[in-house]
């Protein structure tokens, strides 16, 4: 038995085996034998997704490396790389993916797997990315799917949380190499407001953070622009002096408030160029509990407010900001995203306070602005909320249980969500 954690700390676990196949063979057989399965990425998931008492895989040591389509617009990769990984490799052979979030820890299935996304108005989430998966189904067996080839799997596989089948590999598409501009600039959040559909519509990427508190946001736009050099910085924005604030609040929670209006100042001006998978991706230092819901665009800017006031009504001492990202629309069976183009809004409480409270009071507010959680996030909807909310969940249900009718996949957790009769 070994003790597992999530990136947070608020998801243990104590596995009977900790396996690392090094060939699909020595996969198979592990699977074969094994009552109850979950692979693990990075663990950089807030909900119990990975959490087992059985074997619990990382592909991370798998053999294989990547193949690209003769145009490079493809290519087969490793699922169990991380981004990080991924994303050097793929600039060595002059090539970039579309779109990242905000950290590259995350092993590329993982990513896929709960629908991770950057922001970017006409860019989907990085499972939308995915056009080809080589799977090992739960009797060892291996399946291919695609839009041309076992169909029904693919479009379950397309976001799955790891019940359909342990991906080996996963064939994303790419853009030639770019490099990003990125901009880290305050302002006040009530002129964010007046110019958010403009920052959207002229950026190719824009975002913001609000501290509840606080009457300034920090902006964050990113455009391809020229090459200039090595980066000068690695991140987008220095934690050190935060997480100094952050543990004063934690002792002191009371001086959260006045605390938090002196951490964005007026003058940010930031400016950096890099190659695009070091600017998309930074460093965050400074352990968080997230929830997140993905909602209509229209409703998002009265839900902001609606939350902001929650707390500050409250005098409730939340130490992190709300984050504001735009997400485009897609056809995948469980994506939040589904039929709709998306607001993002993530509420982040310090890993060192208390969260539920906070996460409780707010998801009544994103749910009833029509929204929907991201799956690795905190939520807590039932089986009842995902057959609600998702037009597709019985056809996602119906593959998962042609696929692995003992539920060998399915943690409680999971189980309690998408295993009938559970
Ligand atoms: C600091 C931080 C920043 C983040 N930033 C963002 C962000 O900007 N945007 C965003 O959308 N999310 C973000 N997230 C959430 C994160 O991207 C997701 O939780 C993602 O799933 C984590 O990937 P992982 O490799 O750690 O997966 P894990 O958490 O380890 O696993 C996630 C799921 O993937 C499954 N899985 C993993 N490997 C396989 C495989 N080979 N085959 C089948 N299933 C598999 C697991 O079983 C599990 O169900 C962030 C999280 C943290 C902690």
């Not at 003790?3 to 396996?19: I, K, L, Q």
């Not at 990547?66 to 790389?81: L, Y």
């Not at 039932?382 to 019985?394: E, I, K, W």
Request: glycine residues 6%; charged residues 20%.
């Amino acid at each position: 038995m070994a003790a597992w954690s999530n990136w947070s700390g608020s998801v243990r676990a104590t596995p009977r085996e900790v396996a690392r196949p090094r060939t699909e063979a020595e996969l198979a057989q592990i699977i074969a034998r094994a009552e109850k399965v979950r692979v693990a990425g990075a663990g950089h998931s807030f909900m119990p997704l990975v959490a087992t008492e059985g074997t619990l895989l990382s592909l991370s040591e798998l053999e294989g490396g990547v193949e690209f389509s003769a145009d490079k617009s493809r290519v087969w990769a490793p699922a169990g790389w991380s981004l990080a990984k991924l994303t050097a490799a793929l600039w060595a052979e002059g090539v970039s993916l579309i779109n990242q979030g905000d950290v590259n820890p995350q092993a590329l299935a993982g990513a896929i797997a709960t629908g991770t996304h950057g922001t970017g108005a006409e860019l989907g989430s990085i499972s939308t990315f995915a056009r080809a998966f080589r799977l090992m189904l739960a009797d060892g067996s291996i399946a291919t799917c695609s839009e041309q080839e076992n169909v029904d799997i693919f479009q379950a596989a397309r976001l799955s949380l790891g019940l359909i089948g342990v991906a080996t590999r996963i064939e994303i598409d790419v853009l030639p190499a770019y490099y990003l501009e990125e901009k880290v600039e305050s302002h006040p959040i009530d002129a964010v407001e007046e110019r958010w559909d403009e920052l959207v519509a002229n950026n190719r990427h824009a975002e913001f953070w609000v501290f509840p508190y606080a009457d300034m946001a920090i902006v964050k736009t990113l455009n391809p622009a020229p090459g200039e050099g090595a980066l000068n910085r690695q991140n987008d924005m220095d934690d050190r002096a935060f997480r100094v604030i952050c543990d004063l609040c934690a002792a002191l929670p009371f001086l959260t408030p006045s605390l938090q209006k002196m951490i964005v100042g007026p003058n940010v001006r930031q400016r950096r160029v890099g190659p695009a998978y070091q600017i998309f991706a930074s460093d965050r230092t400074v352990k968080f509990e997230e929830m997140e819901y993905e909602m209509p665009r229209s409703a998002g800017w009265p839900a902001l407010r609606e939350a902001m006031a929650w707390i500050k009504k409250r005098n409730l001492p939340v130490t992190f900001p709300f984050e504001f990202r735009t997400i485009a629309q897609d056809d995948i069976w469980l994506s939040p995203m589904h039929a709709g183009p998306c607001l993002s809004i993530s509420a982040h409480q310090y890993a060192k306070m208390p969260w539920r409270p906070f996460f409780e009071g707010i998801e009544p507010i994103f749910r009833t602005a029509g929204g929907r959680p991201h799956w690795a996030k905190r939520h807590t909807l039932t089986a009842a909320d995902v057959d609600a909310l998702y037009p597709n969940a019985s056809r996602f249900k119906a593959v998962r249980a042609a696929q692995d009718p003992g539920a060998k996949f399915a943690n409680a957790h999971l189980a309690s969500l998408f295993v009938e009769g559970t």
